[in-house]
């Protein structure tokens, strides 16, 4: 299964954000694990709702610091953000039914998602509070 | 002991609200902005009188002929303005007093909720202050009546040397200084009310001091319609010589008065005393158990202060991290303003009813509801339901008792406020295919008992607050109580599409479908009824029914007397051995103790005793004037007066009588004085 990795490069440069990035990727990672062939549904089901309630909470705060720093992209980030949320209820529904569920498949989607997002989004939100200070 | 006047008051409230919930539309409903009303009439007040402020002469010689010109002279302005200042201030009172019965009705001033409904007094108090001497600066009858009325309110109680009621007893004691100092307060008042007016509302959270836009049209317009068709006037100019038997009287401020009248000031003290300290004990009465506080979970709390933003008593606050975690600041809950609403809960980004039981808890949860309960409960609650048009309601505990039709294969799960819903308990509903519809069933529209639960359930839903409402969650199978016909709503449910979550192509949440309303023409003529209705009884209120002060035949006699009389004892000299016996400090050649004789007064009419009393000098040591002032309404037309005075040490007989027949007219004011050198003088 495609772990998320975690570079230095993905720091933007607010210290709760870093350190809970950091903190979520691991514990993304940690359940992503935990998720094998014979694992049954009800635990990928948990373990799925575990990461968007972590998820959530991440997002939750990153917004707080973009809404007070008035941050001009704030909205579209925030939609990535929720498109996310989207993305894993809908995942976890699929989970509802065993045989569409696809470990790998999940696994790919979620580092794609914060691959592409820290690359995207996170950056320019690093690169904005660089130019800011 | 408020129970059953409360659930009364209640059940009109609820009625009223239907009422204007159909007219007005939700959103506009004036019964549930009536503090932003308040705030609206206030500004109104406040600029119109600046304007007034302008052209007015604070002279007691000039104030009438001001505001007349003012009201006449300028074209259309200044009475408009004149009139909005009355109107709205009327306005003011009107909707402070139902305000309070509300917040009393829907018992939203209990126990913690004290500091809202405490501080609400003083504002009352001071509405009424600013009234009271807005209505003094006219100087018109009414104007004379409030002064020398709410003079004799005052010298009951012990504030003043002599009586203040001495100053009105004919033109030429008024002195203009003192009119200047009722303008003092008069602006004095309705700055201080400000000030109690924001501490008021300073523990509320987004609190509401603007109406809706298009309800704050309207109040406008009706003030300004009811202050062109009837304009605010004065009534004859003040004339102390004489009393005018009957005068308008404003009862929005002025109820009161005719009872100094009739019971007499300090009656009237002790009735509103007694109502202060009723309604300063409410909060506590009957003292209840309170509800355990939110606690914060710092294991899912990251400080991210959703919770403090949507508290609506500013319970909530971010302080420094107490923990190991890594993160700036942690929720903390301040327990003397948690009233255990749940708002906090129903924020929370971790509230989310996908989690394993085993570390399902948010990072802010009601200990006597955790969530994991709440979800267990409706779990097992839905189990039962069969058929296609299953349920789930999510009431709120004062939505009071559901109907027939959302009892009926159906799983209500309560809780302290609608707003303590996750929204994702909504969308695991429908995720785990445990209904086919769910209610979210709350106080009357824009009427939560605990001020933003359905504003914030509203706006989660339809992606305006944070957290939203997943997309992807069929908003026809939702319904608002306050906002649905949800008979219909019922009815349709089996009929809907099957049910279906994501692949909705929408990643922006919408907005639930407004409920029904009547259509635009019947709205504007509800509207305009209403609206006509209540800027009728506001102008009719505003001076009538006259208050007949004096009979048609009857005159006034007022006793004024300010007399320092001889002192009991007569100086003599202190020979040397006398002094040498007092302290140096203290050696003086006459002794002059100071204490005066009092005054023994009897005022007889037609052989009739009409008034006897003795009169104490005034001073710590009994050493200044006695004053004296009493009124007496009597018979118009001729007859004889005796009034006696003993102001020496005998122990019978008068130092000073005076008798005549006078021929008093109706209305006239008959003033008997006592000036030394003169004695008795009347006129």
Redesign the interface.
Known sequence: MTLIAWREDFTIGL??VD??HRELVSMINALLESLGPDTGV?QI??????I???I??????E??DMHQLHYAAAAEHK?DH??L??DI??I??TV?SPLDYDPEALGDRLSRWFTGHFRTHDARLHRWLVGRS | MTANPRRWLRATFGALEAVCTRVFSPAWNPLVQLGAIGWFFYWVVAVSGVYLYVFFDTGITRAYDTVEALTHAQPWIGGVMRSLHRYASDGLVAVALVHLLREFAFARMKGKRWFGWITGLPVLMLIYVSGITGYWLVWDVLAQYVAVTTAELLDVLPLFGEPISRNFVNQVALSSRFFTLMSFIHIAAPLLLLLFMWIHIHRHAAARIQPARGLGVLVAGSLLGLAIVVPAVSQARANLDQVQATIGLDWFYLPLYPLVQQWGGATVWQLLGGMLLVLGLVPWLPRGTPAPVAKVNLLNCNGCGRCVADCPFGALSLEPRSDWQKYQAEAVVNADRCFSCGLCVGSCPTATPFRSASVFAAGIELPQLPLVTLREQLEKSCAPLAGGDRLVVFACEHAGTLGADLRRNAAVARMPCIGMLPPSFIDFVFSRRLADGVVIAGCGANSCYHRLGQRWTEQRIAGQRDPWLRARVPRERIALSWDADLGAFRKGLASLPVLRLGGRGASKPLPLPAGPRWPVPMRAIGIALLLGAMAGITGLLATSPGWRQLGQDEAVLQLSIRHATATKVECKPLTPQQMAELKPNMRRPVDCPRERWPVYLELERDGQLLYRGTHEPSGLWNDGAATVFRTFRIPAGPQSIVVRMRDSGRASGFDHVHSGTIDLEPGQNFVIEFRSGEGFTWH
């Open positions: 210290p709760d350190y809970e009800p089901v948990a373990a799925l709702g575990e968007h309630a972590r959530a909470l991440h997002f939750a705060l917004e707080r939609d929720e498109r949320l989207d209820l809908d976890i529904d509802e």
